[in-house]
């Protein structure tokens, strides 16, 4: 029976969202939050491996109160078990501090086989946070892996990465984030609906990490990171341009026009 723990975030429909230029920030308030959408393909690849070789799926997520919705509809959707990492000592985090904090909760969860990421979120898009988790526990990680081909006595992927595919045998325990091709996440079950609203969420704050983490590596204060200016990029509309010319010089207009739209 595999022990599978997945981190998942709840980030703001980004086709809502609105960003505050001036404190370079995203507006988390300006839209409805949702469970990333690259964390349900984890999420399935777990419940799937749990429907064939049994197992406990524990879903974990840091951010606040709110984020306990985003743990309710994963429980609907077949995790067992939850734990919110809720606390203003965590806030202003960085990947790196995000990852030591779901890292530290991980070890505090004790022992297991399996991490599913998402290969990135839709907001923050950097996906940094899963290997850096990997890091922090000192155990091996796949990044975009878009195949489970064996899941037992090893591990056994397929990772796509700019235009090649690997295929990574791994021992257990081991971390992978995958990518949007690796299944189609299913939809809540609406006895999951039923169970979910019930569930007890386990919440966890600086002081419950204390025994096995350092509390400067949280939040703010464990965030190297530093966000000078945020900016939109203008929208460039397309341009139009008519040659009418048929001389030679037109003729190499064009072909240099050509190549320039090519590079
Ligand atoms: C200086 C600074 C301050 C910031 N302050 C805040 C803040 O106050 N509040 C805030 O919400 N964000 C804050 N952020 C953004 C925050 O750092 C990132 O959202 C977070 O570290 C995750 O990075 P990402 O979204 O790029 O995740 P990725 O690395 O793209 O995510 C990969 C995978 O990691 C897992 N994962 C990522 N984040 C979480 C999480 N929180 N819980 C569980 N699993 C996760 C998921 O499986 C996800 O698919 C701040 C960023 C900076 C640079």
């Known amino acids: 029976m595999l022990r599978i723990i997945v981190p998942i975030k709840q980030v703001p429909d980004m086709s809502q969202v609105k960003f505050d230029t001036e404190e370079g920030r995203v ?20 419940v799937q ?9 524990t879903t974990i997520s840091m951010g606040p109160r709110q984020a306990e919705s985003a743990l309710r509809d994963a429980l609907s959707r077949g995790a067992d078990d939850t734990v919110l ?5 965590f806030a202003g985090a960085d990947t790196l501090a995000t990852s030591y904090t779901l890292a530290s909760a991980i070890r505090k969860l004790g022992e297991f086989d399996l991490i599913i990421c998402g290969e990135k979120t839709v907001d923050g898009d950097t996906g940094q946070v899963g290997p850096q988790i990997a890091e922090h526990l000192g155990i091996p990680h796949v990044a975009y892996v878009s195949k489970l081909e064996e899941v037992g006595e090893k591990l056994v992927v397929v990772c796509e990465m700019e235009g090649e595919r690997y295929l990574i045998e791994s021992d257990f325990p081991v971390l992978i984030a ?19 609203r019930k569930a007890e969420i386990k919440t966890w704050g600086a002081e419950e990490l204390s025994s096995i983490a ?10 190297p990171t530093r966000v000078h200016r945020i900016t939109i990029p203008a929208e460039e509309g397309r341009k139009g341009r008519i040659f009418r010319d048929t001389s030679d010089e037109a003729i190499e207009e064009i072909t240099n026009a050509l190549y320039r739209y090519k590079g």
């Open 27 to 46: 507006d988390r308030s300006s839209a409805a939050a949702e469970i990333n959408p690259f964390d349900l393909n984890a999420l399935e690849a777990a």
């Open 49 to 57: 491996i749990k429907e064939k070789l049994g197992g406990i799926i």
């Open 85 to 89: 990492l809720t606390d203003r000592a």
């Open 178 to 196: 995958v990518t949007k091709d690796i299944n189609t996440p299913r939809l809540p079950s609406l006895r999951g609906k039923l169970n979910a």
């Open 214 to 223: 350092e509390k400067g590596r949280f939040g703010t204060q464990g965030s």
